[in-house]
Nanobody, 113 residues
Framework: QVQLVESGGGLVQPGGSLRLSCIAS????????MNWFRQAPGKGREFVAA????????NYSDSVKGRFTISRDNAKSTLYLQMNSLKPEDTAVYYC??????WGQGTQVTVSS
C-alpha cells in the first residue's frame, strides 16, 4: 500500500524556519518524482516544489524560490522541504505528492506573530 506521511509542521513567527518531512512507503521511492503542494483555507492547491528521482533536478514556484529547498534521501525513502524566511502568506496545509498523483494527508504550517 502506498503511504506518504508528512510531519514537521507547526506555528512559527515571520522570518522563522521549518523543515517538513514526508516518509514514503509501499513503492520504489527512488524511481518516482516527488512534489510539495500547499493549500490555504478557501484557496486551491498551489504547486510549491518538485524534485527528480535522483535529486539532481529541482523546480520551485516563484513565490518560494530562494527561500525553500526541496531535497530527498532515497536510502531513507524520505522527502524534505526546508522553509526559511517564512511569511504569513506561507500559511497553509502542505502536502507531499508522488509524480503519479498520490497525496499524503498534509501537515499544517502557520506563520504568525
Amino acid at each position: 500500500q502506498v503511504q506518504l506521511v508528512e510531519s514537521g509542521g507547526g506555528l512559527v513567527q515571520p522570518g522563522g524556519s521549518l523543515r517538513l518531512s514526508c516518509i514514503a512507503s509501499g513503492f520504489t521511492f527512488s524511481s518516482v518524482t516527488m512534489n510539495w503542494f500547499r493549500q490555504a483555507p478557501g484557496k486551491g492547491r498551489e504547486f510549491v516544489a518538485a524534485i527528480s528521482t535522483t535529486g539532481r533536478t529541482t523546480n520551485y514556484s516563484d513565490s518560494v524560490k530562494g527561500r525553500f529547498t526541496i531535497s530527498r534521501d532515497n536510502a531513507k525513502s524520505t522527502l524534505y522541504l526546508q522553509m526559511n524566511s517564512l511569511k504569513p502568506e506561507d500559511t497553509a496545509v502542505y502536502y507531499c505528492k508522488t509524480g503519479y498523483n498520490f497525496w499524503g494527508q498534509g501537515t499544517q504550517v502557520t506563520v504568525s506573530s
